[in-house]
């Protein structure tokens, strides 16, 4: 492989320990929403973007742009959170091929209610754990890497 631009000790370093973070949080995440709210964090995300619209509505293709999903992946996850009545599919108003997924006033409240958990476990595995110097260090270098890996916001990111 002549011309592999290969990575200096210092960046493999940072590279396993990105790769590390990225393999085992969100499986620290998904444990105490599962022990504390029954739900997956990806059940969580898809209550949470939905608790964040105008209307608590979102077009089944818009939610699973925002959520990095398949549709197919979406429409079984909703299909579990409208069986525990979070979650109802309506008709899209101005599309009849199209789908919304509405959160119900019991997913608002479940959002709600499971907000404040999550929030403290984010704290104590990830914000807690820097400082404020590295904190804003660590916003910057993500923004960096969304912008590479994301240009079109199609998670819809913070600005």
Aim: aromatic content about 4%; proline content about 5%.
């Amino acid at each position: 492989m002549d011309g592999a631009r290969w990575l200096t000790a210092e960046q493999l370093r940072a590279w396993i320990r990105l790769e590390a973070v990225v393999e085992l949080l969100p499986a620290v995440l998904d444990s105490q929403l599962q022990r504390d709210a029954q739900l997956t964090h990806f059940e969580y995300i898809v209550l949470a973007k939905l608790s964040e619209t105008d209307g608590r509505v979102l077009r089944m293709t818009a939610l699973a742009a925002t959520t990095n999903s398949t549709l197919p992946r979406l429409s079984h996850v909703v299909s579990r959170l409208e069986a525990r009545g979070f979650v109802e599919r309506l008709p899209c108003p101005g599309d009849r091929r199209a789908t919304n997924a509405h959160l119900t006033d019991a997913g608002f409240e479940k959002v709600v209610a499971t907000a404040p958990g999550h929030v403290e476990n984010v704290r104590e595995h990830v914000i807690d754990a820097l400082t404020p110097e590295q904190v804003a260090q660590l916003d910057t270098i993500m923004e960096t890497l969304l912008e590479r890996i994301d240009p079109e916001n199609s998670l819809r990111r913070l600005p």
